[in-house]
Protein backbone atom coordinates (compact mmCIF):
# COMPACT_ATOMS: atom_id res chain seq x y z
CA UNK A 1 0.00 0.00 0.00
CA UNK A 2 1.05 3.71 -0.92
CA UNK A 3 0.40 5.72 2.16
CA UNK A 4 0.84 9.54 2.71
CA UNK A 5 1.31 10.58 6.55
CA UNK A 6 0.41 14.43 7.14
CA UNK A 7 2.08 15.36 10.37
CA UNK A 8 5.63 14.12 11.33
CA UNK A 9 5.47 14.61 15.09
CA UNK A 10 5.24 12.11 17.63
CA UNK A 11 2.08 10.26 16.56
CA UNK A 12 2.78 10.98 12.51
CA UNK A 13 6.50 9.67 12.73
CA UNK A 14 6.54 6.76 14.62
CA UNK A 15 2.93 6.04 12.58
CA UNK A 16 5.27 6.43 9.37
CA UNK A 17 8.48 4.42 10.99
CA UNK A 18 6.11 1.13 11.83
CA UNK A 19 3.61 1.40 8.48
CA UNK A 20 7.07 1.47 6.52
CA UNK A 21 8.55 -1.26 8.42
CA UNK A 22 5.45 -3.06 8.29
CA UNK A 23 6.36 -3.48 4.15
CA UNK A 24 3.80 -0.40 3.05
CA UNK A 25 5.35 2.40 0.98
CA UNK A 26 5.09 5.58 3.33
CA UNK A 27 6.13 9.15 2.31
CA UNK A 28 6.03 11.65 5.95
CA UNK A 29 4.63 15.00 5.14
CA UNK A 30 5.71 17.97 7.11
CA UNK A 31 5.54 22.01 6.29
CA UNK A 32 8.24 22.04 9.16
CA UNK A 33 10.89 22.44 6.77
CA UNK A 34 14.01 22.17 9.16
CA UNK A 35 12.07 19.00 10.52
CA UNK A 36 11.80 17.41 7.41
CA UNK A 37 15.99 18.44 6.23
CA UNK A 38 16.69 16.73 9.84
CA UNK A 39 15.23 13.79 8.85
CA UNK A 40 16.51 13.34 5.36
CA UNK A 41 19.33 13.65 6.99
CA UNK A 42 18.86 10.88 9.69
CA UNK A 43 18.24 13.34 12.48
CA UNK A 44 15.54 12.47 14.66
CA UNK A 45 13.32 15.52 15.90
CA UNK A 46 11.45 13.95 19.19
CA UNK A 47 13.50 11.65 22.01
CA UNK A 48 11.92 8.16 21.07
CA UNK A 49 13.62 4.88 22.28
CA UNK A 50 14.03 2.55 19.22
CA UNK A 51 12.70 4.94 16.32
CA UNK A 52 16.15 6.04 14.99
CA UNK A 53 17.02 2.08 14.05
CA UNK A 54 13.76 1.41 12.49
CA UNK A 55 13.27 5.11 10.74
CA UNK A 56 17.67 4.20 9.23
CA UNK A 57 16.43 0.70 8.20
CA UNK A 58 13.23 1.39 6.08
CA UNK A 59 15.13 4.30 4.57
CA UNK A 60 17.61 2.28 3.26
CA UNK A 61 15.27 -0.29 2.20
CA UNK A 62 13.51 2.18 0.30
CA UNK A 63 9.93 2.65 2.17
CA UNK A 64 9.94 5.71 4.31
CA UNK A 65 10.65 9.29 2.45
CA UNK A 66 9.97 12.36 4.04
CA UNK A 67 8.63 15.78 2.16
CA UNK A 68 7.40 19.12 2.94
CA UNK A 69 5.52 18.92 -0.42
CA UNK A 70 2.17 17.11 0.44
CA UNK A 71 0.71 17.07 -3.02
CA UNK A 72 3.93 14.81 -3.99
CA UNK A 73 3.02 12.50 -1.43
CA UNK A 74 -1.02 12.57 -1.65
CA UNK A 75 -0.16 11.61 -5.83
CA UNK A 76 -0.95 8.33 -6.14
CA UNK A 77 -1.66 7.37 -1.82
CA UNK A 78 -4.31 4.77 -1.73
CA UNK A 79 -4.40 6.27 2.12
CA UNK A 80 -3.56 9.37 3.68
CA UNK A 81 -3.25 9.74 7.41
CA UNK A 82 -4.01 13.18 8.71
CA UNK A 83 -1.56 13.19 12.25
CA UNK A 84 -1.24 16.85 12.72
CA UNK A 85 -2.14 18.56 16.57
CA UNK A 86 -5.19 19.33 17.87
CA UNK A 87 -4.03 21.14 20.98
CA UNK A 88 -6.40 22.67 23.12
CA UNK A 89 -8.02 26.11 21.38
CA UNK A 90 -6.82 29.42 23.33
CA UNK A 91 -9.24 30.14 26.13
CA UNK A 92 -11.69 27.57 26.21
CA UNK A 93 -10.64 24.09 26.40
CA UNK A 94 -12.43 23.05 22.85
CA UNK A 95 -9.99 20.86 20.48
CA UNK A 96 -8.22 23.69 18.05
CA UNK A 97 -9.36 21.71 14.39
CA UNK A 98 -7.85 24.36 12.39
CA UNK A 99 -4.76 22.54 11.45
CA UNK A 100 -7.08 19.06 10.92
CA UNK A 101 -9.48 21.05 8.61
CA UNK A 102 -6.46 23.15 6.65
CA UNK A 103 -4.84 19.71 6.17
CA UNK A 104 -8.03 18.13 4.71
CA UNK A 105 -8.58 20.80 2.41
CA UNK A 106 -4.39 20.60 1.11
CA UNK A 107 -5.53 17.21 0.32
CA UNK A 108 -8.37 17.80 -1.61
CA UNK A 109 -7.25 20.49 -3.36
CA UNK A 110 -4.37 18.80 -4.45
CA UNK A 111 -5.75 15.25 -4.75
CA UNK A 112 -4.97 13.65 -8.06
CA UNK A 113 -7.40 10.93 -7.93
CA UNK A 114 -9.60 9.82 -4.97
CA UNK A 115 -7.88 8.33 -1.54
CA UNK A 116 -8.80 7.46 1.55
CA UNK A 117 -8.40 10.03 4.10
CA UNK A 118 -7.83 8.81 7.29
CA UNK A 119 -7.98 10.85 10.48
CA UNK A 120 -5.45 9.72 13.24
CA UNK A 121 -5.22 13.14 15.17
CA UNK A 122 -7.53 12.67 18.15
CA UNK A 123 -10.56 15.20 17.54
CA UNK A 124 -13.93 15.59 18.92
CA UNK A 125 -17.35 13.63 17.58
CA UNK A 126 -18.47 15.59 14.42
CA UNK A 127 -14.60 16.07 13.19
CA UNK A 128 -14.25 12.87 10.52
CA UNK A 129 -17.90 13.94 9.14
CA UNK A 130 -16.57 18.01 8.64
CA UNK A 131 -13.43 16.18 7.07
CA UNK A 132 -15.45 14.25 4.55
CA UNK A 133 -17.85 17.30 4.00
CA UNK A 134 -14.83 19.00 3.51
CA UNK A 135 -13.66 16.57 0.84
CA UNK A 136 -16.86 16.14 -1.05
CA UNK A 137 -17.66 19.80 -1.26
CA UNK A 138 -13.92 20.62 -2.64
CA UNK A 139 -13.32 18.04 -4.98
CA UNK A 140 -17.67 16.71 -5.61
CA UNK A 141 -16.10 14.65 -8.66
CA UNK A 142 -14.34 12.03 -6.44
CA UNK A 143 -15.77 9.30 -4.74
CA UNK A 144 -13.28 9.98 -1.26
CA UNK A 145 -13.50 7.03 1.27
CA UNK A 146 -13.15 8.45 5.06
CA UNK A 147 -11.86 6.79 8.50
CA UNK A 148 -11.15 7.63 11.81
CA UNK A 149 -8.51 5.54 13.28
CA UNK A 150 -7.49 7.08 16.29
CA UNK A 151 -3.93 6.39 18.01
CA UNK A 152 -3.42 5.09 21.68
CA UNK A 153 0.55 4.97 21.71
CA UNK A 154 2.14 5.84 24.28
CA UNK A 155 5.02 8.26 24.15
CA UNK A 156 8.31 6.59 25.35
CA UNK A 157 6.80 2.68 24.63
CA UNK A 158 5.59 4.16 21.59
CA UNK A 159 6.98 1.69 18.65
CA UNK A 160 6.15 -1.07 21.10
CA UNK A 161 2.65 0.47 21.31
CA UNK A 162 2.23 1.17 17.78
CA UNK A 163 3.42 -2.69 16.73
CA UNK A 164 1.57 -4.78 19.28
CA UNK A 165 -1.37 -2.71 20.26
CA UNK A 166 -4.24 -3.69 22.80
CA UNK A 167 -6.55 -2.74 19.48
CA UNK A 168 -6.92 -1.32 16.45
CA UNK A 169 -9.79 1.49 16.48
CA UNK A 170 -11.33 1.85 12.77
CA UNK A 171 -14.53 4.28 12.29
CA UNK A 172 -15.99 4.06 8.84
CA UNK A 173 -19.26 6.18 7.76
CA UNK A 174 -21.51 4.81 4.98
CA UNK A 175 -20.19 6.53 2.03
CA UNK A 176 -17.46 5.14 0.54
CA UNK A 177 -16.93 2.60 3.42
CA UNK A 178 -16.33 -0.83 1.44
CA UNK A 179 -13.17 1.28 -0.34
CA UNK A 180 -12.09 2.74 3.56
CA UNK A 181 -12.66 -0.79 5.14
CA UNK A 182 -10.65 -2.43 2.64
CA UNK A 183 -8.14 -0.26 2.34
CA UNK A 184 -7.70 0.00 6.50
CA UNK A 185 -7.82 -4.03 6.45
CA UNK A 186 -4.98 -4.04 4.20
CA UNK A 187 -2.90 -1.21 6.19
CA UNK A 188 -3.28 -3.07 9.35
CA UNK A 189 -3.28 -6.12 8.10
CA UNK A 190 0.43 -7.48 9.43
CA UNK A 191 -1.04 -6.67 13.11
CA UNK A 192 -4.58 -8.63 12.49
CA UNK A 193 -2.65 -11.82 11.04
CA UNK A 194 -0.75 -11.85 14.52
CA UNK A 195 -4.54 -11.45 15.91
CA UNK A 196 -3.96 -8.09 17.69
CA UNK A 197 -8.11 -6.97 17.37
CA UNK A 198 -9.19 -4.16 15.30
CA UNK A 199 -12.57 -3.07 16.23
CA UNK A 200 -14.76 -1.60 13.19
CA UNK A 201 -17.48 1.01 13.80
CA UNK A 202 -18.81 4.47 13.03
CA UNK A 203 -17.44 7.40 13.03
CA UNK A 204 -18.72 8.98 16.36
CA UNK A 205 -17.67 5.93 18.20
CA UNK A 206 -14.15 5.65 16.87
CA UNK A 207 -14.04 9.51 18.15
CA UNK A 208 -15.74 8.52 20.98
CA UNK A 209 -13.53 5.89 22.10
CA UNK A 210 -10.27 8.05 21.99
CA UNK A 211 -11.55 10.46 24.36
CA UNK A 212 -13.35 7.88 26.30
CA UNK A 213 -10.27 5.58 27.10
CA UNK A 214 -8.07 8.57 28.16
CA UNK A 215 -10.73 10.47 30.58
CA UNK A 216 -10.88 7.32 32.32
CA UNK A 217 -7.35 6.94 32.80
CA UNK A 218 -7.03 10.38 33.61
CA UNK A 219 -9.73 9.60 36.01
CA UNK A 220 -7.80 6.45 37.45
CA UNK A 221 -4.68 8.76 37.85
CA UNK A 222 -6.28 11.13 39.96
CA UNK A 223 -8.79 8.82 41.98
CA UNK A 224 -5.32 7.43 43.28
CA UNK A 225 -4.19 11.04 43.88
CA UNK A 226 -7.04 11.85 46.57
CA UNK A 227 -6.97 8.18 47.62
CA UNK A 228 -3.05 9.37 48.74
CA UNK A 229 -3.94 12.28 50.08
CA UNK A 230 -6.30 10.84 52.36
CA UNK A 231 -3.76 8.13 53.31
CA UNK A 232 -1.18 10.88 54.02
CA UNK A 233 -3.97 12.05 56.64
CA UNK A 234 -4.77 8.74 58.40
CA UNK A 235 -1.38 6.89 58.22
CA UNK A 236 -1.95 4.42 55.34
CA UNK A 237 0.15 3.71 52.70
CA UNK A 238 -0.84 4.53 49.12
CA UNK A 239 2.20 1.72 47.41
CA UNK A 240 0.09 -0.69 49.88
CA UNK A 241 -3.85 0.36 48.59
CA UNK A 242 -2.80 0.41 45.15
CA UNK A 243 -1.10 -2.81 45.20
CA UNK A 244 -4.05 -4.05 47.04
CA UNK A 245 -6.86 -2.85 44.62
CA UNK A 246 -5.07 -3.13 42.05
CA UNK A 247 -4.33 -7.12 42.30
CA UNK A 248 -8.28 -7.09 41.72
CA UNK A 249 -8.77 -7.88 38.58
CA UNK A 250 -11.73 -5.67 37.63
CA UNK A 251 -9.40 -2.75 38.19
CA UNK A 252 -5.89 -3.56 37.26
CA UNK A 253 -2.92 -2.38 38.73
CA UNK A 254 -2.10 0.39 35.79
CA UNK A 255 -2.69 3.95 35.88
CA UNK A 256 -2.81 3.77 39.70
CA UNK A 257 0.84 5.16 41.16
CA UNK A 258 0.15 8.32 43.25
CA UNK A 259 2.41 11.08 41.88
CA UNK A 260 2.46 15.00 41.19
CA UNK A 261 -0.55 15.02 39.16
CA UNK A 262 -1.77 14.05 34.99
CA UNK A 263 0.07 15.94 32.26
CA UNK A 264 1.41 15.27 28.97
CA UNK A 265 0.78 16.37 25.67
CA UNK A 266 -2.73 14.28 25.90
CA UNK A 267 -4.59 13.81 29.12
CA UNK A 268 -5.04 17.97 29.96
CA UNK A 269 -5.73 18.39 26.61
CA UNK A 270 -8.30 15.72 25.88
CA UNK A 271 -9.73 15.60 29.33
CA UNK A 272 -10.72 19.39 28.27
CA UNK A 273 -12.16 18.94 25.14
CA UNK A 274 -14.14 16.18 26.07
CA UNK A 275 -16.07 18.03 28.88
CA UNK A 276 -16.41 20.53 26.35
CA UNK A 277 -18.24 18.12 24.08
CA UNK A 278 -20.58 17.28 27.14
CA UNK A 279 -21.41 20.86 28.05
CA UNK A 280 -21.56 21.78 23.86
CA UNK A 281 -24.40 18.02 23.99
CA UNK A 282 -25.98 19.58 27.48
CA UNK A 283 -24.68 16.62 28.48
CA UNK A 284 -22.32 17.30 31.58
CA UNK A 285 -19.47 14.77 32.31
CA UNK A 286 -18.83 15.72 35.94
CA UNK A 287 -16.43 12.92 36.54
CA UNK A 288 -14.66 14.53 33.94
CA UNK A 289 -14.99 17.86 35.01
CA UNK A 290 -13.89 16.86 38.83
CA UNK A 291 -11.11 15.47 37.75
CA UNK A 292 -9.57 18.39 35.65
CA UNK A 293 -10.26 20.54 38.71
CA UNK A 294 -8.79 17.58 41.36
CA UNK A 295 -5.79 17.37 38.93
CA UNK A 296 -4.57 21.21 39.25
CA UNK A 297 -5.32 20.88 43.22
CA UNK A 298 -2.79 17.98 43.22
CA UNK A 299 0.11 20.07 41.66
CA UNK A 300 -0.75 22.77 44.34
CA UNK A 301 -0.34 19.98 46.86
CA UNK A 302 2.95 18.94 45.78
CA UNK A 303 4.35 22.35 46.15
CA UNK A 304 2.81 22.70 49.38
CA UNK A 305 4.57 19.62 50.36
CA UNK A 306 7.60 20.73 48.81
CA UNK A 307 7.47 23.94 51.21
CA UNK A 308 6.44 22.11 53.75
CA UNK A 309 9.87 19.75 53.98
CA UNK A 310 11.96 22.85 53.18
CA UNK A 311 10.94 23.65 57.05
CA UNK A 312 8.01 26.54 56.44
CA UNK A 313 9.34 28.59 53.79
CA UNK A 314 11.50 28.13 50.22
CA UNK A 315 12.75 31.44 50.65
CA UNK A 316 16.13 31.93 49.84
CA UNK A 317 16.37 27.81 49.48
CA UNK A 318 18.30 26.18 46.73
CA UNK A 319 15.60 23.20 44.86
CA UNK A 320 16.98 20.70 42.74
CA UNK A 321 14.25 18.90 40.91
CA UNK A 322 15.14 15.69 39.07
CA UNK A 323 13.06 15.57 35.67
CA UNK A 324 10.89 17.85 34.38
CA UNK A 325 9.36 15.88 31.57
CA UNK A 326 5.63 14.57 32.51
CA UNK A 327 7.29 11.42 32.38
CA UNK A 328 10.11 8.96 31.64
CA UNK A 329 11.62 8.01 28.06
CA UNK A 330 10.22 11.18 26.29
CA UNK A 331 11.05 15.09 25.79
CA UNK A 332 7.70 15.89 25.56
CA UNK A 333 7.17 18.82 27.77
CA UNK A 334 3.48 19.65 27.04
CA UNK A 335 1.43 20.16 29.82
CA UNK A 336 3.94 18.41 32.31
CA UNK A 337 3.44 18.97 36.48
CA UNK A 338 7.02 20.51 35.99
CA UNK A 339 5.47 23.80 34.50
CA UNK A 340 3.36 24.09 37.33
CA UNK A 341 5.35 23.56 39.95
CA UNK A 342 8.76 24.80 39.55
CA UNK A 343 7.42 28.25 38.83
CA UNK A 344 5.57 27.87 42.17
CA UNK A 345 8.85 27.22 43.75
CA UNK A 346 10.64 30.22 42.49
CA UNK A 347 7.72 32.72 43.40
CA UNK A 348 7.97 31.52 46.90
CA UNK A 349 11.70 32.53 46.97
CA UNK A 350 13.33 29.14 46.00
CA UNK A 351 16.30 29.01 42.96
CA UNK A 352 15.33 25.64 41.15
CA UNK A 353 18.07 23.55 39.49
CA UNK A 354 16.95 20.66 37.42
CA UNK A 355 18.54 17.73 35.76
CA UNK A 356 16.53 15.54 32.72
CA UNK A 357 18.10 13.28 30.72
CA UNK A 358 16.08 14.84 27.32
CA UNK A 359 13.85 17.63 28.56
CA UNK A 360 16.92 20.45 29.20
CA UNK A 361 16.37 21.93 25.46
CA UNK A 362 12.66 22.30 25.72
CA UNK A 363 12.73 22.91 29.54
CA UNK A 364 15.46 25.72 29.18
CA UNK A 365 12.35 27.76 26.96
CA UNK A 366 9.51 27.19 29.24
CA UNK A 367 11.02 27.28 32.54
CA UNK A 368 13.37 30.54 32.81
CA UNK A 369 15.48 31.15 35.86
CA UNK A 370 16.34 27.26 36.21
CA UNK A 371 19.81 26.53 36.36
CA UNK A 372 20.42 23.15 34.10
CA UNK A 373 22.66 20.39 35.34
CA UNK A 374 23.59 17.12 33.99
CA UNK A 375 24.65 15.71 37.27
CA UNK A 376 22.04 14.67 39.90
CA UNK A 377 25.17 15.05 42.54
CA UNK A 378 26.97 17.97 41.04
CA UNK A 379 23.52 19.51 41.02
CA UNK A 380 22.74 18.59 45.04
CA UNK A 381 25.66 20.55 45.61
CA UNK A 382 24.98 23.08 48.62
CA UNK A 383 21.18 22.80 47.71
CA UNK A 384 18.33 22.73 50.99
CA UNK A 385 15.96 20.23 48.79
CA UNK A 386 15.96 17.35 46.21
CA UNK A 387 12.54 17.11 44.41
CA UNK A 388 11.97 14.17 42.14
CA UNK A 389 9.22 14.57 39.77
CA UNK A 390 9.74 12.54 37.06
CA UNK A 391 11.11 8.75 37.76
CA UNK A 392 13.89 8.66 35.02
CA UNK A 393 15.81 5.70 35.50
CA UNK A 394 19.17 7.54 35.92
CA UNK A 395 16.92 8.98 39.19
CA UNK A 396 15.55 5.10 40.25
CA UNK A 397 18.65 4.32 41.91
CA UNK A 398 20.33 7.22 43.18
CA UNK A 399 23.35 6.65 46.28
CA UNK A 400 21.24 8.60 48.86
CA UNK A 401 23.73 8.88 50.90
CA UNK A 402 26.31 10.57 48.23
CA UNK A 403 23.37 13.03 47.55
CA UNK A 404 22.75 13.67 50.91
CA UNK A 405 26.34 14.25 51.87
CA UNK A 406 26.48 16.93 49.07
CA UNK A 407 23.82 19.16 50.31
CA UNK A 408 23.55 22.10 52.56
CA UNK A 409 20.32 20.96 53.96
CA UNK A 410 19.22 17.17 53.18
CA UNK A 411 15.80 16.77 52.23
CA UNK A 412 14.07 14.51 49.81
CA UNK A 413 11.15 14.98 48.17
CA UNK A 414 10.04 11.97 46.37
CA UNK A 415 7.02 12.67 44.19
CA UNK A 416 6.90 9.52 42.46
CA UNK A 417 7.15 7.22 45.60
CA UNK A 418 10.80 5.77 44.35
CA UNK A 419 12.52 5.53 47.78
CA UNK A 420 10.97 4.94 51.50
CA UNK A 421 11.43 6.55 54.73
CA UNK A 422 13.54 4.46 55.66
CA UNK A 423 15.77 4.73 52.94
CA UNK A 424 15.92 8.05 53.72
CA UNK A 425 16.52 8.50 57.22
CA UNK A 426 19.23 5.79 56.99
CA UNK A 427 21.15 7.77 53.83
CA UNK A 428 21.30 10.50 56.42
CA UNK A 429 18.39 12.59 55.04
CA UNK A 430 17.19 15.39 57.62
CA UNK A 431 13.47 15.29 55.98
CA UNK A 432 11.58 13.42 53.71
CA UNK A 433 8.29 13.01 52.01
CA UNK A 434 6.59 11.05 49.21
CA UNK A 435 3.05 11.03 47.79
CA UNK A 436 0.62 9.16 49.59
CA UNK A 437 3.05 7.82 52.58
CA UNK A 438 4.50 8.81 55.34
CA UNK A 439 7.62 10.96 55.75
CA UNK A 440 9.35 12.50 58.62
CA UNK A 441 10.54 16.32 59.34
CA UNK A 442 8.26 18.26 57.62
CA UNK A 443 6.49 21.12 59.00
CA UNK A 444 3.11 21.85 57.22
CA UNK A 445 1.37 24.85 59.15
CA UNK A 446 3.91 27.44 58.02
CA UNK A 447 4.69 25.80 54.51
CA UNK A 448 1.04 26.85 53.74
CA UNK A 449 1.97 30.41 54.89
CA UNK A 450 5.28 30.54 52.74
CA UNK A 451 3.53 29.47 49.78
CA UNK A 452 0.09 31.71 50.33
CA UNK A 453 2.88 34.74 51.18
N1 LIG B 1 1.75 12.50 21.41
C1 LIG B 1 1.08 11.43 21.78
O1 LIG B 1 1.51 10.66 22.65
C2 LIG B 1 -0.25 11.12 21.16
C3 LIG B 1 -0.83 9.86 21.37
C4 LIG B 1 -2.04 9.58 20.76
C5 LIG B 1 -2.69 10.54 19.98
N2 LIG B 1 -2.11 11.76 19.82
C6 LIG B 1 -2.79 12.73 18.96
O2 LIG B 1 -2.13 12.77 17.69
C7 LIG B 1 -2.18 14.09 17.15
C8 LIG B 1 -0.76 14.57 16.82
O3 LIG B 1 -0.07 14.67 18.05
P1 LIG B 1 1.52 14.85 18.10
O4 LIG B 1 1.91 14.77 19.53
O5 LIG B 1 2.13 13.94 17.11
O6 LIG B 1 1.64 16.36 17.56
P2 LIG B 1 2.95 17.18 17.16
O7 LIG B 1 2.66 18.58 17.49
O8 LIG B 1 4.16 16.50 17.72
O9 LIG B 1 3.03 17.01 15.56
C9 LIG B 1 2.15 17.58 14.67
C10 LIG B 1 2.92 17.89 13.38
O10 LIG B 1 2.00 18.24 12.37
C11 LIG B 1 2.61 19.21 11.53
N3 LIG B 1 1.56 19.85 10.71
C12 LIG B 1 0.52 20.60 11.13
N4 LIG B 1 -0.24 20.96 10.09
C13 LIG B 1 0.32 20.42 8.99
C14 LIG B 1 -0.01 20.42 7.59
N5 LIG B 1 -1.08 21.04 7.12
N6 LIG B 1 0.80 19.76 6.74
C15 LIG B 1 1.89 19.11 7.20
N7 LIG B 1 2.25 19.06 8.50
C16 LIG B 1 1.46 19.71 9.39
C17 LIG B 1 3.34 20.11 12.50
O11 LIG B 1 4.36 20.86 11.88
C18 LIG B 1 3.89 19.07 13.50
O12 LIG B 1 5.19 18.64 13.14
C19 LIG B 1 -2.91 14.95 18.18
O13 LIG B 1 -4.27 15.01 17.83
C20 LIG B 1 -2.73 14.17 19.46
O14 LIG B 1 -3.76 14.40 20.37
C21 LIG B 1 -0.90 12.07 20.38
Known amino acids: MKIAMIGTGYVGLVSGVCFSDFGHEVVCVDKHEGKIAGLRDGRIPIYEPGLDALLARNVAEGRLSFTTDLAEAVHGADAVFIAVGTPSRRG ?75 RVVVGLDADGSDQARQVMGDIYKPLFLRDFPIVYTDLESAEMIKYAANAFLAIKITFINEVAALCEKVGADVKAVSKGIGLDGRIGAKFLHAGPGYGGSCFPKDTNAFAQTGQDFGQRLRLVESTIEVNEAVKARMVDKIAALSGGSLKGKTVTVLGVTFKPNTDDMRDAPALAIVPALQAAGATVRAVDPQGRREGEHLLPGVEWLDDPYVAAEGAHMVALLTEWNQFRALDLKRLAAAMAEPRLADLRNVYGPDEARAAGFLAYDAVGRQGFGAEPAQAQRAVAE
Open 92 to 166: DGHADLSYVYAAAEEIARSATAPTVVVTKSTVPVGTNREVARILRETRPEFAWGVASNPEFLREGAAIDDFMKPD
